[in-house]
């Protein structure tokens, strides 16, 4: 099972991004992700044994609540930059609860030998995905256009457990933030 944890984005902030994904379409012949899978990963977990699914939802549920958090989608970026990018997202601005949580989540993980992740937690919204940057430069100029958009603010109740397998995400479980 390949697993990760994350925080749903709600419909509202889900259409505004859906609209912004159909308005830039025509720009690149990108791999556009689809506005109904965008979540907020918390930390990818990676392959998981059935067997042991129990525990893991167990060491997920003792994380703890941060409490309520802010949440708000914002802005449009490039990984690494905008001159050599593979991904094209929208930010993610959040109060420190959000980062608390990736933490603790990583920390509770660890325990029961999830591998930790060396980068820093950076939440983001994978937009599209870009494997030919020489063809870009319709929607590098149509993304610097829309300045910094706001896309939804939102404070989440729970993240959850999701299953990812052939391009669809399962929920499993989900666990109360407050």
Known sequence: MRLF????????TR???ARLIDSLRREAQVSWNDAQKLHITTKFIGEWS????????????GVGTPGEMAISVEGLGWFPNARHPHTLWAGVEASLGLSELAHA??????????????????????IARIKDRD???GLRSAVE?????????FSPAAFHLYLSKEGKYTKIAEFPLV
């Open 5 to 12: 944890t994350a925080i749903d984005i709600p419909d509202q």
């Open 15 to 17: 259409d505004a991004l």
């Open 50 to 61: 059935p067997d042991r699914l129990p525990e893991l939802k167990a060491v997920l549920g």
């Open 105 to 126: 989540t990583e920390s509770a993980l660890k325990a029961i030998g999830v591998a930790v992740e060396e980068r820093r937690f950076s939440p983001h919204l994978t």
């Open 135 to 137: 063809r870009i430069g």
């Open 145 to 153: 256009g829309l300045g910094a958009p706001h896309f939804g603010s």
